[in-house]
Nanobody
């Protein structure tokens, strides 16, 4: 059984910072891309940032220069450092990973965390 567990959300004022972490556990052969998505009330889930197994990153235009995604392949974790937060960053943040489980290593599958709330007050 593969699990993604997020931590680090909370309430912060405009201009503040938060750090989100996600740990992957279970019978894993390898992890390909890891990413963070978010969903604001009444809106669709959107990609915030993605990091490949090789460390290449890409970001949504709205967070470029403010957010940094990183991963620790030895620990199977991904982190999102969020700085200069704005009220429009408010939403539920979800960890996502493309994982090849040990029992089916040839076919990667998408796994999601349960989500963590980030609220930025004005």
């Amino acid at each position: 059984q593969v699990q993604l567990v997020e931590s680090g959300g909370g309430l912060v004022q405009t201009g503040g910072s938060l750090r989100l972490s996600c740990a992957v556990s279970g019978n894993i052969f390898s992890i390909d891309d890891m990413a963070w998505y978010r969903q604001a009330p009444g809106k669709q889930r959107e990609l915030v940032a993605r990091v490949t197994s090789g460390g290449s990153t890409n970001y949504a235009d709205s967070v470029k220069g403010r957010f940094t995604i990183s991963r620790d392949n030895a620990k199977n974790t991904v982190t999102l450092e969020m700085n200069s937060l704005k009220p429009e960053d408010t939403g539920v943040y979800y960890c996502n990973a493309e994982i090849r489980p040990s029992y089916n290593r040839h076919i990667p599958a998408q796994y999601w965390g349960q989500g963590t709330q980030v609220t930025v007050s004005s």
